[in-house]
């Protein structure tokens, strides 16, 4: 299907799918992600298959789950032999290219990564492996000196964006852009005032799941209202930028056979059942946005419950784009015959237990999304938490235990196991995970740069390799 259209993938961080006009917020201006949806397909049950940002990334550039990939955690660094969507695409002839946070070369957070297999694929780079301090943009190209050009990060990321879409116009090979933008990831209050400006926090609409006042040590400071105006301002700022973009490829001439998709890493909590950030199975955690326009080969206007699941992203587009997706890529490809809308569940995990996830005591933990329910198991297989999404859309009601649905817990329990099995997930502590997947040193380093006081390092030595 359309071989050698070009590819345009633009994510955010940390941005929830419900947070769009389009998606049923009246409250956020989206009128470019709204466009968008307008003039391609919206797909209303995207879900991210580990909530959280490098596990997530690396779950989206190698349509592969955790469990091979083998970023369990934030900061491991991504093993160059997995084929990627920036190799799949070189190898198609492709001119590659990618802008923005990176946040799968290890640690430290502000290293280089060279040109060469590091950079899975893309020719041209101008990335920072992992920042978020939106008013001092940085990124490296293709030598070791930080570029810093001032400005709101965004910004000079949709400016390197445009003109790389200009050296393209008449160019022989099709391109692969990908933008990774770091809004509306915290820190919230990084946001242009004249978008800031735009919500009043008195007038905005809690979701009914929200408790403003739990003690949440992520939360101390933060005033919940000023928060989430601040989170749609960023969006809406974002929003401008995607509408840069699309103007961009009209006046290049290049809409027409470009392939456009618009998605998220994960989600945010924002007081939701009282937590922050992201890294649980809330809705609010895993539902990202996920709009895809392709003029005259996917439907204008259209939304669709088939589920998908980050690592559903790589094959689906390869599909789109007439690519043959490698072997070793283990997401499913919707646009394949067989892709029916009735696909039963995905899987969804956050295989450790580290960072944020310490802070608000949330445990390692997998879980299924259908269409309906979201059901998630702590270690052990111990049921954790239960919801029918339908009856329930804030899942205020954990049907865990409650005797009157055990039939139906019975057979997600079971649907589980099938996924654990399938992907032979061990599902063991994070200490033990670390050891089984042989990332004893990697976790050292890591924990060494973000707790260099107060980590796990001396208990995870200590277990064998395996």
């Known amino acids: 299907m359309a071989h050698g259209s070009n590819l345009l993938f633009v994510f955010a961080d940390q941005m929830r799918g419900m947070e769009m006009r389009c998606a049923g917020n009246p409250q956020v201006h989206t009128p470019n992600m709204d466009r968008l949806a307008r003039e391609g397909l919206r797909l209303t049950n995207a879900i991210a298959t580990t909530p959280v940002c490098g596990p997530n990334r690396a779950v989206l550039l190698t349509g592969s789950y955790p469990t091979t990939n083998t970023v369990l955690a934030n900061d491991l660094p991504l093993p160059v032999e997995l084929p990627t969507l920036g190799t799949v695409a070189r190898d ?24 060469g297999p590091r950079r899975f694929g893309w020719d041209y780079w101008a990335a920072y492996n992992c920042s978020h301090d939106y008013f001092h943009p940085r990124y490296y190209s293709d030598d070791p000196t930080v570029i810093e050009p001032g400005g709101y990060e965004p910004v000079v990321q949709t400016d390197l964006a445009i003109k790389f879409l200009k050296q393209q116009v008449g160019a022989p090979q099709p391109f ?34 929200v408790q403003p006042d739990a003690p949440n040590a992520l939360a101390r400071g933060l005033d919940c209202r000023r928060v989430t105006a601040d989170y749609y301002g960023a969006i809406t700022a974002l929003d401008h930028e995607l509408g840069r973009l699309l103007d961009a490829l009209d006046q290049l001439g290049l809409a027409e056979n470009t392939l456009v998709v618009f998605t998220s ?27 895809a326009r392709f003029p005259g080969r996917l ?17 689906t587009l390869a599909g789109w784009l007439g690519w043959k997706a490698p072997a070793q890529w283990e997401g499913r490809d919707l646009s394949a015959a067989s892709a029916h809308d009735d696909w039963e569940s995905v899987f969804i995990a956050n295989h450790c237990r580290y960072d944020e996830a310490v802070v608000q005591d949330i445990p390692e933990w997998r879980g299924v999304r259908t269409s309906r329910y979201i059901y998630a198991e702590t270690v052990g297989r111990q049921p954790w938490l239960f919801f029918d999404n339908m009856e329930d859309p804030f899942q205020m009601r ?26 032979n997930d061990p599902f063991l502590s994070t200490e033990k995970m670390i050891a089984y997947y042989g990332l004893n040193e990697s976790w050292r380093t890591r924990e060494l740069e973000m707790h260099p006081t107060k980590n796990k390092i001396e208990t995870i030595a200590a277990l064998p390799q395996q």
Not at 179 to 207: C, E, F, M, N
Request: charged residues 25%; glycine residues 8%; aromatic residues 10%.
């Open 176 to 209: 692969c852009l990908t933008l990774s933008w770091g809004p509306p990831h915290d820190p919230y209050d990084q946001v242009p005032t004249a978008y800031r400006d735009q919500y009043d926090p008195h007038k905005i609409a809690l979701r009914p799941n």
């Open 398 to 423: 954990n049907l865990v235990a409650d005797g009157i649905h055990q039939s139906l817990q019975d057979r997600l329990q079971r649907m589980l196991g099938e996924w654990l099995r399938r992907l």
């Open 299 to 315: 439907p204008a206007g259209k939304t669709s419950k088939k589920l998908l699941g980050t690592v559903d992203i790589a094959p």
């Open 265 to 291: 890493d994960h989600g945010d909590m924002l007081w939701s059942h009282g937590m922050m950030k992201k890294q649980t199975p809330y809705e609010e955690s895993i539902l990202v946005p996920f709009i």
């Open 92 to 115: 198609q002839g492709y001119r590659t290219g990618y802008i923005g946070k990176w946040h799968l070369d290890g640690m430290p957070r502000n290293k280089f990564t060279p040109p």
